[in-house]
């Protein structure tokens, strides 16, 4: 979020995309975005529609999966940090992958968080809440 | 007659031809004037020419004066004659057979005598003697010839002639030192003559023994170079024959000097257009690090040189363009004092085997992400059910959810089990290291375990060290391999048993580095059959004290901590007694601690 964003409705700072191809996860993550407080902009099911949602409602968070059809996590978490519209958005990449190369490449492609699957419903709430919360480190 | 060679040699060998052959006439004269043994043919020569200058008496003008002389003078020629024939049948020393030409010397004086003394014509006879005697080796008999030549010539005075009539004794002087100058001459030059010989036989001889040992030795060659060509034929035929391989000799710059059947075959190229041309066309220049060929070269042929072979993955490109991956195997070829002058490529085409390994970890991954997503999904809304706090469950229902989400996490971690022991298996496995306190990690297994060990009525104890034992390692793997002896001691105790952890620091003596964490875990469970100890670490190997005791398991665990304690440079050790309990120690390399300078002070 920067200080001299024009448009006159500011984005609420807790708005929430999520990008997962498998439906189930992607009602859970919402479901832990919700518990944290947050409201959900998108819930999309591929990496193109998560790029557009991302671009058009520049969320205070982005919750991606890394393997997806379309855009992968780590691509759109490049574009994101690519891009001088959205440098406060954060990132909470989701992974069934445990290699530690993977959570390398996901933090050097810019990502705040990287948390593997399966994880606890709470524990992703408490996660989500940390990074919405303002004055939490950013990128 | 005397042979040039006294001993015959076998008639199968003739040898050097016989010098008398060639010589024609010349041979007898040749052997009158070297053959120390030719007395009996001078003598023969001498006694001819003697009794023929005899005829000479029938004519007018030659008279015999004195015929006691005259008839002395011959019986001694014959006896002297009879004897030479006797010398050269008997043997008898050479210098025994000087006696005959003094002999006829003597003869020849008798005769001299008999015929006119100091006018006679036969003094002249006295030549042939004496030169007999001259021919004969040494000088003895020049010495023994004067006296008797003086007393040849003395002879005369012996039959009345004065000595001082018509000049008798310039005669007995002159006369020998004329004969004995001859004598010497003649004796000098048979001397030379015979070493000359001498020297030719020999030269001769070793003619004929180099003859035959040119002949042994070029036959000797000819064997050598037959096998040699054999063998290079034997050579070129078995790298030929190694059509699955590719086999490439360079020089020491990498030109190409031996191109084989298997490597034309792969490089879709014959050898005679790549013979003499870099071997480095067939590499792709990324994979090279540096830019020129030399530096190109050396990135290939790094540390071969040293004496360490290189073995890898490499891309070969081939005459047509395509790309095929090889595993490549690089050795210094080495000329006879060991200096490097070329190096040896053999490379065999991996490239199914590699798509076939990375379609396995494709597979692997795709398998585990499959199954990990429906298990997140599962544990995901156990827990929104089971924590839904506006539609609580019954007491019952509870229970039902915790079966289900135990067993949903035993599925979860078989499929981290499978997918780690893939990536172990495809050398994918590598460690992030972080200093790691195991006093913490074995504190937080014992927490990890406590529940379990409570449940099952075993009592668990925990023995750390007093000071920090800080390991380079992967926390989360660590903690798995601890997690994975204790959960196998506590599944393998029975009720009212004991698990004991301990935590040591093994310092080495010298400090040098040799310190080690030992993590033990034993038990007083069942224990392992012996002849089951070195099996144990196996994949999917399970002892038949688990599967007699239908202890649940598929037989990873052990693998796992094995791969994750070699991952950090450490090790495994069990050991068991049947009935009695087991005892894993695992051992890890660790880092000292820089000592707190209160510690320096501890130490003196």
Redesign the interface.
Known sequence: MTADDGPPEPTPPTTVVIADDDADIRALVAIAARRAGATVEACVGDGVQAWQAIEQTRPALAVLDVAMPGLTGLEICRLIRRNPGLTGTRILLLSASVHAVAVNDGMLAGADLYVEKPFGVRSLATRIGDLLRPGAGGP | MTTVRPRARPSVDPGPPRPDARLGIFGPIRRFATDSNSVFERQLCTAAVFFLAQLLLLGPGIEITVPTAWIIGNLVMVAATGAATVVRTARIPPRAAMVIPMASILAVGFLRAGTGGAFSVYTILLALPVMSLGVEPGRLPLLLGAPVTIAALALPLLFGAAATEDGNWARIVFVPIVLGLICLSANELTRRLRSRVRAVRKLQEEQASLLVQARRSAESAQAASNLARESARALTGVVNAVTEQSIIATDETGRIEVFNAGAARMLKVAAHDVLGRSILRFHRADELAGSGDVARFDCLTAGVREGTPSRGDWTYVAGDGTELRVQLSVTARRDASGGVDGFLFVAADVTAEREQAKMKDEFV?LI??EL??????I???L??VA?DEENPLSKEQLTYLTVIERNANRL?RLV?DL?FTA?VESG?F?V?EQPIDLNAVMRSALDTARPAARSRNVRILLSTCAESVVVPG?QMRLAQAVDNLISNALKFTPAGGRVALTLRADDSADGSGGDRALICVSDTGVGIPADELDQLFGRFFRASTATKNAIPGVGLGLTITRAIAHAHGGDIRVASTLGEGTSFTLSLPRVRVPATPEGVADRP
């Open positions: 991954n585990s992400h990990r997503t429906p298990l997140s999904s544990l995901g809304y827990e929104l924590d979860l981290s997918l990536q994918r590598r992030q992967d």
